[in-house]
């Protein structure tokens, strides 16, 4: 098995083989020490992939209309549309986040014309959130391609192994006190 190198965009093979990096000059091994024994190591690297595919198959077009692309805004997109007048206290435990980041997200959606924001009549320092039209099309849209995205995400998994790596990483959030896995 090729062995890899982090690079700061992605993670590539190197040129073992060759001996020599795309510009002819001659590589060195990279020592990663104790690295690929940790777990958080080897999900930030599986994150790394995960994220440059979904930015892969979603494509720019969708990107530049939903305010920049990440799959955090499309689960914010997910959770306003399944729970329209969700506030923000309770959106920001959905997706894991504490609401001053979840703020500025939300704030670009709705400059993109994605997301509404109304007043409660019962507290008005609050907001009932929900998609709006535009929103609401725009995730149609995604939901093909994010679909396409979850297949490349466990190609190479078994079925039994597909159902393991979600009940692991569900019970390690969990464990880690995330409110954002039921």
Known sequence: MARKVVTAKAVRPTAETTG???GGETTRKLDR???????GYN????QVAVFENFVEVVGDGLADRMGGLTPGRFSL???????PGINQTALSRGVGVDKSTLTPALDQLEKKGLVQRERTAKDRRTYALSLSPAGEALLAE???KVMLHEKNIVAGLSPGERSTLNR???KMAKSLGSEAVE
């Open 168 to 170: 692991l990483l569900k």
């Open 43 to 46: 999900l930030r690297i599986a």
């Open 77 to 83: 997109l997910v959770l306003l549309k399944a729970n």
């Open 142 to 144: 995604l939901m093909a």
């Open 33 to 39: 020490g104790p690295l690929p024994g940790l777990y």
């Open 20 to 22: 020599k990096a795309g």
